[in-house]
């Protein structure tokens, strides 16, 4: 059993909500991948593809990937990380992963509240709200094989999320 928990899913689902309330209730140190790399990278990560590109973001990404190997605790990931180079097999070997899942009714919806509250995701530039569901519909599914490669799966509609990410560490460290 690592000391290292990647909480990995798509955009909206709550991976940093989670895991800044998981790692209250477990006092384990928390870290926000995204973040780490737009303090590396001196700018938003909208800043960064707007200027170099979805793939120039996508190398940086994986490379922070690598690097979380030295970060002890609960990690939450970007969405699109574990679809992209061998990252998911990076983090497997690096630490426990967790796919937080949601369905394409509860993703939408919470992506439509963030926009319309006025959190600008990059992916989501240009497209109307209403067709949400659609686009996440498609690529929710894409992206299924890399996040069905996690070692495990919580429902955050169906489950006490929390409880589940609770049984998932060693007696130790409870
Ligand atoms: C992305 C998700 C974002 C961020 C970037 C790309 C994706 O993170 O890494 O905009 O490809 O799904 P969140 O999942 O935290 O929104």
């Not at 426990?96 to 949601?102: F, G, K, M, S, V």
């Not at 394409?104 to 990059?122: I, Y």
């Not at 530039?125 to 599914?141: I, Q, R, S």
Request: proline share 4%; charged share 25%; net charge neutral.
């Amino acid at each position: 059993m690592h000391n290292r928990y990647y909480l990995i899913g798509y955009m909206g689902v709550g991976k940093s909500t989670w895991a800044k309330k998981w790692a209250k209730a477990s006092q384990l140190p928390v870290h926000d991948l995204d973040k780490l790399l737009e303090l590396r990278l001196q700018m938003s990560i909208s800043e960064y593809i707007s200027a170099f590109g979805e793939l120039a973001f996508r190398k940086e990404e994986r490379e922070e990937i690598r690097r979380s190997g030295n970060l002890e605790g609960i990690i939450a990931v970007g969405g699109g990380s574990p679809c992209f180079y061998d990252n998911m097999d990076v983090m497997n070997a690096q630490g426990e992963t967790i796919y937080l899942h949601a369905g394409v009714g509860f993703l939408s919806k919470r992506l439509q509240d963030s926009t319309l509250a006025g959190n600008e995701r990059p992916l989501l530039k240009g497209l109307e709200v209403a067709m949400y569901p659609e686009f996440v519909g498609k690529h929710l599914l894409e992206r299924m094989p890399y996040y069905d490669q996690a070692a495990h799966r919580i429902s955050v509609e169906k489950e006490d999320v929390l409880a589940a990410l609770h049984s998932l560490m060693p007696p130790y460290t409870k």
